[in-house]
């Protein structure tokens, strides 16, 4: 029996991969509450197809705090929580530990915190997810992203944690892409590095995370699993 009433919750859905997936959701007959932390076109649209926007920064305590609290004023349940929220910072002089604790609080920080104090909602849900969107630079590490790669490891350690911890009412699994979108300041010569480094060379889109969130939605048999959506790095 499916509850399918209860909205999913999805982070950062202002833009590229969070706004496809909120959208694809909408498009399926999902109701959708969704953060932002910056007013953009995106966030109009999701609106404007029936979603419930909510403010949220999550660099602080604070702020996820504050967002758990208002987020229960608009639901008592829910069928998912997608955290997709994130920031890929590179270490800066001067401002590494800054840094650090921003990606460590919206990475890990958040996604404890959110899942601890809304368990109640998806528990009025049958079937229940939570999935947590991680990056497949954890299997190896990051010599340039040492503290977004770090925080991302944590955020695949919660998904084992809480997997068993709210088994069987709520399954909890990541999904851990490579190169999904580029951004508009990638020059031409980084993206070709960047592409010679899956064996299937491609910039693939967000489709293919919204692909991987229905898998996990649909699968009543998979929790504590993170899919590698990769492109076959792991065999180039
Ligand atoms: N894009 C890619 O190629 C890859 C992406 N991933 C992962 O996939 C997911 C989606 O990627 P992508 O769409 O590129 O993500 P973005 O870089 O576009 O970030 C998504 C959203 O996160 C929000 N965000 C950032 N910091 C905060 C904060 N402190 N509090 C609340 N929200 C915040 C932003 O909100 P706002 O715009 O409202 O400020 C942003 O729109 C991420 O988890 C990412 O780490 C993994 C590997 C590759
Ligand atoms: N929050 C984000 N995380 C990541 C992004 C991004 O744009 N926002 N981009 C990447 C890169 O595409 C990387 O996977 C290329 O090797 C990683 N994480």
Redesign the pocket.
């Given at each position: 029996m499916s509850t399918s009433a209860a909205p999913i919750l999805i982070t950062?859905a202002g833009q590229?991969?969070g706004l496809h997936c909120a959208q694809r959701l909408l498009e399926d007959g999902h109701r959708v509450i969704f953060t932002y932390r910056t007013e953009r076109p995106g966030v109009q649209t999701l609106r404007d197809l029936g979603a419930i926007g909510l403010f949220a920064d999550f660099s602080s305590e604070a702020g996820i705090l504050a967002f758990i609290s208002e987020l229960k004023n608009h639901t008592d349940s829910l069928r998912a929580i997608v955290h997709n929220?994130?920031?890929?910072l590179a270490e800066t002089p001067g401002s590494e530990a800054e840094a650090f604790t921003r990606m460590i609080n919206l990475h890990m920080l958040a996604p404890y915190l959110i899942n601890l104090h809304c368990a109640d909602l998806l528990q009025r849900s049958t079937p229940a997810d939570i999935i947590h969107i991680s990056?497949?630079?954890t299997r190896k590490g990051s010599s340039k992203?040492i503290g977004?790669c770090a925080s991302?490891a944590g955020l695949d350690s919660l998904t084992l944690s809480f997997a068993a911890r709210f088994a069987p009412a709520i399954k909890v699994n990541g999904i851990a892409?490579?190169?999904?979108?580029?951004?508009p300041d990638?020059d031409a010569a980084y993206r070709i590095k960047?592409l010679a480094?899956s064996a299937l060379g491609i910039e693939p889109g967000s489709e293919v995370i919204y692909q991987s969130l229905r898998y996990l939605l649909d699968n009543p048999y998979v929790t504590g699993t993170t899919l590698t959506v990769n492109g076959g790095r792991h065999v180039k």
């Open positions: 950062g590229r991969v929220a994130s920031e890929w990056d497949d630079v992203h977004y991302k892409p490579a190169l999904l979108l580029f951004n990638d960047a480094k």
